[in-house]
Nanobody, 121 residues
Framework: QVQLVESGGGLVQPGGSLRLSCAAS????????MGWYRQAPGNERELVAT???????NYADSVKGRSTISRDNAKRTVYLQMNSLKPEDTAVYYC???????????????WGQGTQVTVSS
């Protein structure tokens, strides 16, 4: 089995910063892309940022310039550093990792349980 565990969410004032982490554990052979998504009440889940196994990154326009996604392959962990946070960044943040459990299986998408980020004064 594979499990993704997120941490780092919380309550922060506008203009503040947070760093989210998501570590994968279990039966893992290889990890391809990693990413962060978010879902605000009443909205669909949306992409925040992704990073490929080669280190190429992609960001939603709404967070570009304020957020940095990174990964530590040895720790099977993806990070999201968010700065200059705004109230509209309030959402549940979910990590996603594309994981191959063994060479005979295809890659599958795995999701974390979600971590709440609230930006409010």
């Amino acid at each position: 089995q594979v499990q993704l565990v997120e941490s780092g969410g919380g309550l922060v004032q506008p203009g503040g910063s947070l760093r989210l982490s998501c570590a994968a554990s279990g039966n893992i052979f290889r990890i391809a892309a990693m990413g962060w998504y978010r879902q605000a009440p009443g909205n669909e889940r949306e992409l925040v940022a992704t990073v490929t196994s080669g280190g190429s990154t992609n960001y939603a326009d709404s967070v570009k310039g304020r957020s940095t996604i990174s990964r530590d392959n040895a720790k099977r962990t993806v990070y999201l550093q968010m700065n200059s946070l705004k109230p509209e960044d309030t959402a549940v943040y979910y990590c996603n990792q594309q994981i191959q459990r063994n060479p005979s299986l295809p890659f599958s998408n795995y999701w974390g349980q979600g971590t709440q980020v609230t930006v409010s004064s």
